[in-house]
């Protein structure tokens, strides 16, 4: 087994927005205005979507060559259905989203039966739909107060 480490630290900017920071690059995640935020940026759950979406594009590249399939474009739409009152404590409802779904759009000459092969593959390796679909062991967080 080979276990690698992926870290990241988020630090609040001004109101609801904060910048995410991994290795050397940075993203403004916000609210939108009316949740609260000033709309400088995604939100974490739009966030969600798109690091999927990224993720599926990037595995589907990555293993093209293994089966035969030759990609001259992805693109990945996403849709998420969350009940914010979940979120927000005013109902009893899983703040989370409750379904997400997927169009993959790809431009190839290749066999369906190939390009099916392949998504199917991609759809039982990538980490990011594998921790969402499957979910993951969250670890309680340790707190350090600072004064």
Known sequence: MVLKTFKATVNRKNGLAVEAVT???KINVDEPKE???TNT???PVELLLNSLGACQTIALTTF????GVHLEHIRVELEGDLDTDGFLGKADVRPGF???RLKLYLKTDTAEDKVNKLI???Q???PVADSIGHGVKI???KIVVEK
């Open 23 to 25: 290795r050397n690059f």
């Open 98 to 100: 409750q379904d997400i």
């Open 139 to 141: 670890e309680p967080p």
């Open 64 to 67: 093209a060559k293994k089966y």
């Open 41 to 43: 940026g995604m939100n």
């Open 124 to 126: 039982s390796h990538c």
């Open 120 to 122: 199917d593959y991609v």
């Open 35 to 37: 949740l609260g935020g």
